[in-house]
């Protein structure tokens, strides 16, 4: 035997030894992995698969990039949702008519952007908080605006067919409607000049305006519906509901849900804006009439359209009818027809910035959440906070009792 044998004699030994032994153990290594397997198998057939039925026509709320990739507020909201929760979220792209019914037969789990009805309610379950307050307003040329909808009784205005809008449009009676549809295909032709007016959601509108270079279109007077949005669920899954419900709660509260609603909504300033409003603000605060205070503020309030608008403190002996500066600025936007403010700064008549306060800030909400105000970083710079950081708990309310299905 060479020493290369020799070697690997007790090697050779050894193993004969150990085969036995492997023999028996086998078993119990198996059984152990098997069991060890368990838990983790469990907890993964325990994962509760919704699937998320949503429309795919509905910018910015949700649609479908190119490729189709799920996009849009509605869409990240429910992710932010469902994110380290014991549940898998399937988005699927739908046409909105189709899914009320695979939301009755459960096909789909829920779906987001359905406003709650009295019939709805009896065939869907509804999250507790809204997802969005959404505004249906009247818009026309800027050239061609009019000072309300009372102008438009008997003029041809547009809608999409069996939608939310042409509801409000038959409720409110005297319009010559005229359906499409789709909400491309009835601004278009508010564009072309074939109607004199449009009807549909605020967001959805400004969308499709800012991607088809429709610029020269504004709102009309006050909204025609102002009503909330909600996630709806399959009538037999209460356990989705409470997880959209608790979801909901902890994202709202966490300061995500205004973290995606500026990344969404809200166009931020540019350096220029803010300079042109605070410059303004300041112009506005000189001739303010304060005898019995002293402290002269003026406002400025940037528009949708790109105008400012400016008011100044007027003070009364019954300071109850006392109006302040913003108050002033927005009764002058809202007199010149512009309703779709961006940002609003107050400063006094030496050029400090002034937050707004209570009540000046319930005033803004009224006209958005996202509304910026310039407000004063104690940093040596300013920053720009959402109405809704502002006023966590704003009075709000919707317009009337909605009927439509």
Do not use: H
Not at 200 to 221: C, D, S
């Amino acid at each position: 035997m060479n020493n290369s044998a020799r070697s690997l004699f007790p090697l050779r030994f050894l193993a004969r030894l150990a085969r036995p032994a492997v023999r028996l153990l086998l078993p119990a290594v198996l059984c152990i992995a098997a069991f060890s397997a368990l838990p983790a198998r469990a907890a993964e057939s325990e994962r509760v698969r919704v699937v998320y039925g949503f429309d795919r026509e509905f910018p910015p709320f949700s649609y479908e990039e190119a490729g189709g990739k799920p996009i849009g507020f509605e869409v990240e909201l429910m992710e932010a949702v469902f994110k380290d929760s014991r549940a898998t979220l399937i988005p699927r792209a739908m046409r909105w008519d189709l899914i009320p019914l695979d939301l009755s037969s459960g096909a789909i789990t829920l779906t987001t952007g359905m406003v709650r009805t009295e019939q709805r309610s009896m065939l869907y379950l509804f999250s507790e908080k809204p997802t969005f307050p959404l505004q249906i307003r009247l818009f026309t040329k800027v050239y061609n605006r009019w000072p309300s909808a009372r102008f438009l009784r008997g003029q041809a205005v547009s809608v999409e067919r069996t939608s939310y809008a042409q509801f409000l449009l038959e409720s409110y009676g005297g319009m010559n409607i005229k359906t499409f549809p789709d909400r491309v295909g009835g601004l278009r032709a508010l564009y072309n000049d074939e109607v004199a007016a449009y009807c549909g959601p605020v967001q959805n509108t400004y969308y499709y305006i800012n991607k088809l270079n429709y610029g020269a279109i504004t709102t009309v007077g006050t909204p025609l519906g102002i009503t909330e949005m909600r996630v709806a669920v399959n009538r037999e899954r209460g356990d989705v509901q409470r997880m959209v419900d608790e979801g909901l709660e902890r994202v709202i509260q966490s300061g995500e849900y205004d973290r995606l609603y500026r990344k969404w909504f809200v166009r931020e300033l540019t350096p220029q804006e803010q300079e042109l409003m605070l410059k303004a603000a300041l112009e506005a605060s000189l001739p303010a009439y304060v005898p019995y205070g002293g402290r002269g503020q003026g406002a400025a309030i940037l528009t949708a359209t790109g105008k400012v608008y400016t008011g100044c403190t007027v003070e009364n002996a019954d300071l109850s009818m006392s109006m302040s500066a913003l108050k002033a600025a927005v009764a002058r936007a809202v007199r010149e027809g512009e309703f779709e403010f961006r940002a609003a700064v107050i400063v006094d008549q030496n050029g400090k910035v002034i937050a707004p306060g209570g009540e000046e800030t319930q005033v803004l909400y009224e006209f958005g959440r996202g509304i910026l105000a310039i407000v004063d970083s104690g940093k040596g710079k300013y920053e720009t906070r959402m109405m809704s950081e502002m006023l966590p708990s704003p009075v709000v309310r919707q317009t009337s009792a909605v009927k439509v299905e």
